[in-house]
């Protein structure tokens, strides 16, 4: 099982920038994928953004060029840098990573104010 550490959420105004990081620990495989999830109250987990070892990039459809992933395989770390931001984007965000199953995190809250 992967450990995975998350800090950066926070409150910011609605057009305003957050950068989320999180580092992982503890695999004894080789981590094959990491990102980032979002769940609003009352919605389901979605998929923010993803990236693999081999630099592969998804993107959400809602955070689609306001959302910049990056990863870096040596430190196992992935962070999300967040810009534009709306009130839709209020919800907890969890770090993810993939070896031969997938890990998270205990999530980190981010509140967008209008």
């Known amino acids: 099982q992967v450990q995975l550490v998350e800090s950066g959420g926070g409150l910011v105004q609605a057009g305003g920038s957050l950068r989320l990081s999180c580092a992982a620990s503890?695999?004894?495989?080789?981590?094959?994928?990491m990102g980032w999830y979002r769940q609003a109250p009352g919605q389901q987990r979605e998929l923010v953004a993803e990236v693999t070892s081999g630099g592969w990039k998804n993107y959400g459809d809602s955070v689609k060029g306001r959302f910049t992933i990056s990863g870096d395989n040596a430190k196992n770390t992935v962070d999300l840098q967040m810009n534009d931001m709306k009130p839709e984007d209020t919800a907890v965000y969890y770090c993810?990573?993939?070896?031969?199953?997938?890990?998270w995190g205990q999530g980190t809250q981010v509140t967008v104010s209008s």
């Open positions: 503890g695999s004894r495989f080789s981590i094959n994928v």
């Open positions: 993810t990573a993939v070896t031969y199953a997938r890990s």
